[in-house]
């Protein structure tokens, strides 16, 4: 099972952590965690929980932390089923214009199931799966939903779930990631005195009055107004323009 992604070198290893949920087809209902050589990266509540030194994910970018052209990672989704990700760094390449990132190229096999019991379960499943008259199939299509297609996958799928948002049985797993991202050269310079956290933060927060409730702004632009940074996009949920204004100072 294996995925070829193409991501912003800034990117933060929170979004790097949605964007493996969407790309996999994952449900982002477990906990997880990055190992780069030896420095743990997640979420400050793991680490608290832990009682590790670690860093927090919402401000580590990836390109601080994986520099070198084939550098390896890993990557572990729910600490029960223990799902590990082996991740490597390719290539850098250039922008392509109008591309919206992050953004999957290619891929092949199809994701577990949740809570499936791990790998050996994993084979459990797909084995009672593949074979009508087995003892555990009728069981295992109830609790799975329909049939198992063990190498479906679809890169055009994942990429609209990217753009658009990931939602599974009309809940919305992880919202709209893919962004095109543009400032004015002057809210550029303001947008950046702000700590990454911080924009984060105000990236996912937003108010939508469409959908009445807070949203994360995607394909968003910044242009400065009377000393304030005026963001401006899509809303990640119903995709109608929203937008907020950011007081600097």
Aim: include cysteine; aromatic fraction near 12%.
């Amino acid at each position: 099972i294996w995925r070829r992604i193409h991501v912003y070198q800034h990117v933060t290893f929170v979004n790097l952590h949605l964007t493996l949920q969407v790309v996999m087809g994952w449900l982002h209902s477990h906990l997880h965690l990055f190992e780069v050589q030896e420095t743990l990266i997640t979420d400050n509540e793991t680490l608290a929980e832990w009682s590790s030194k670690g860093v927090d994910e919402v401000d580590a970018r990836l390109m601080d932390h994986v520099a070198e052209i084939g550098s390896l990672f890993r990557y572990e989704y729910d600490f029960g089923d223990s799902w590990n990700h082996e991740l490597v760094l390719e290539e850098r390449l250039p922008l392509e214009s109008g591309r919206r990132y992050p953004y999957c190229v290619e891929g092949g096999g199809a994701c577990p199931p949740e809570d499936v019991g791990g790998t050996f379960g994993f084979e459990a499943f797909r084995e009672a799966m593949a074979n009508p008259r087995h003892e555990a199939h009728a069981s295992y299509r109830t609790w799975y939903g329909g049939p198992f297609k063990p190498h479906a996958f679809d890169a055009a799928r994942v990429n609209r779930h990217l753009q658009r948002g990931y939602t599974w049985r009309n809940y919305l797993v992880v919202p709209a990631l893919a962004t095109r991202p543009s400032f004015t050269p002057k809210a550029a310079e303001q947008w950046a005195l702000i700590p990454k956290k911080a924009q984060q933060q105000l990236l996912t927060s937003t108010y939508c009055p469409h959908c009445q409730g807070t949203t994360t702004l995607v394909d968003y632009s910044g242009r400065y107004v009377k000393g304030d940074v005026l963001l401006e996009g899509r809303c990640g949920r119903c995709g109608q323009h929203t937008k907020r204004l950011v007081e600097i100072g």
